[in-house]
Structures are given as C-alpha cells and as structure tokens.
C-alpha cells in the first residue's frame, strides 16, 4: 500500500452555492487529476471525510459539498484562514483516450462534481465536443449555468420537472448515444443510476468509466478495508486504493 500523502492546507473562502450547498477553495492546489479525492479531517467525526477534488484556480483547489451531517456543516462555517488537516490526493482518476474527440458525461445530483471537473479538463484541455445528461430531484438541487463551461452542452432533468425535463437522464441516454456517437462515457451519481446506464450502454461498443462510492471507515487510508467493491467475476477490489473510478463493465452494480 502506497504512503497517503498528508498535510495542512489554508481555507481561502467557504461559499453558498445554493441551498445546503457549498464550495470551499484552500490553498496550496493539490495537484490532482480528474477523479482524484481529498479527505478533510473534522471535528467530531472518528475518520476523515472523502471529497471530490477540483482546480480552483492558481495554486488552488476546491471541494464541492452538501451539507447533510456535522462533519459537512463543520466545514461550511471555516472562515478565510482556517487551517485544514487532509489526505490527498487520494484514488485514481479519469482515463481519456488519446483518439478520443466526442464525450457524453451522465452525472445525477452530488455526481456533478467530478463530472464537472472532467468536463473543464475536456473542453479546455483536449478541445473535445462534450454533451451532459444532467438530472436531480428538484431545481435547488442543480447547479446553475454559471458553474458550467460555456461550451458544455446540457440536457437538464428534474424528478418533479421544475427544470429541464421531467423524468431521468436515463430516460434519454439510448437516444443521445445513437444521435452523438460518443468515444467515451464518463458517469457519476446514485447506484442505481449507474445500473441503469449499464444495461443501457450494453449493446453499444463504448468504453464507460464510472465514479463509484462507498463508506470510507478510515478516509481513504486503506486500512480499515471496508470500502469494497465487487467485480463481475466475483472478485473484490478497494474502492479508496483501486477507484473510486472504475470502467462499468468490470463492476457489480
């Protein structure tokens, strides 16, 4: 098992996206890849809290959170200054291939963050046509446009239909696959979701990476080895040391 990589990091700013959402950017910047994770130590909780990690800027990172328990709202009230103990970059991250020019990304509610930090690194980095399929229960639980790429192509889905269509991004995937002709799917959201998609993308011959989650007993460490993901041939792996991206084909879902 491979060291984790510890250290302190500087809280620049903690800010309401909207709702219980929150993003918060510390400095010094990871330096990640797409995919990779950051567990952020917090008061009261017995093991670090795994989150998605993004570039923030220069020399910055960012996590995108909602806050749902007292770890997560421990993080929402750090103010500019603030000291934070974390572990990261954990995980593996995305795999692009070299040939690859056409994307569709799938991401359902908190799924958004890595597919949005994947979304940035194909458009500005590998000049890719990318389309989202992007759905959640309501419109509050959405991020806005602004938080989007201007060149991303987005179908919005809500469960209630108070934005974009009412149904979920499932419902369109058959359709979207056969009018884009994607090189590459990358999706993140529930699990059932995900089983969805994988019995959709079945008949079609494209490579399909997933963001998974699980429980982490100890932040992503690898020792409590507790966060385990069972393959299709009935073998098990770590989601903390061999994920949290996977290629769908290769996990039980």
């Known amino acids: 098992m491979a ?12 800010l309401r996206i909207k709702g219980n959402i929150y993003v918060l950017t510390f400095t010094p910047g ?31 990172s960012q996590v995108i959170f909602d806050v749902k328990g007292m770890g997560t709202a421990w993080l929402a009230e750090r103010k500019p200054g603030d000291i934070l103990d974390v572990l990261g970059p954990l995980g593996n991250g995305f795999s692009v291939f070299k040939e690859t020019k056409t994307v569709l990304l799938v991401a359902g509610g908190m799924g958004i963050v890595p597919i949005l930090e994947l979304s940035r690194h194909l458009i500005q980095d590998r000049r890719c046509y990318v389309k989202l399929l992007y759905g959640a229960r309501d419109k509050e639980h ?77 932040g992503g460490q690898g020792h409590c080895r507790g966060c385990i993901i069972e393959r299709v041939d009935g073998t098990f792996v770590h989601l903390c040391e061999e994920g949290p991206v996977f290629d769908i084909i290769e996990v039980k879902l």
């Open 3 to 14: 060291k984790v990589p510890f250290g302190e990091v500087k809280v620049i700013s903690v």
């Open 142 to 218: 959405l991020l806005s446009e602004r938080h989007l790429p201007v060149a991303l192509e987005v179908l919005y889905f809500t469960d209630d239909g108070s934005c974009g269509e009412k149904g979920l991004v499932t419902d369109r995937l058959g359709e979207t696959i056969e009018e884009l002709r994607p090189d590459q799917i990358f999706a993140c959201g529930p699990k059932a979701m995900l089983a969805e998609v994988k019995r959709i993308i079945e008949p079609y011959s494209i490579s399909c990476r997933v963001v998974l989650e699980t429980i982490m007993g100890c």
């Open 30 to 60: 990871l330096g990640h890849q797409s995919g990779q994770f950051v567990s952020i130590c917090c008061p009261g909780k017995i093991s670090p809290l795994p989150f998605c990690l993004m570039i923030g800027g220069d020399s910055t």
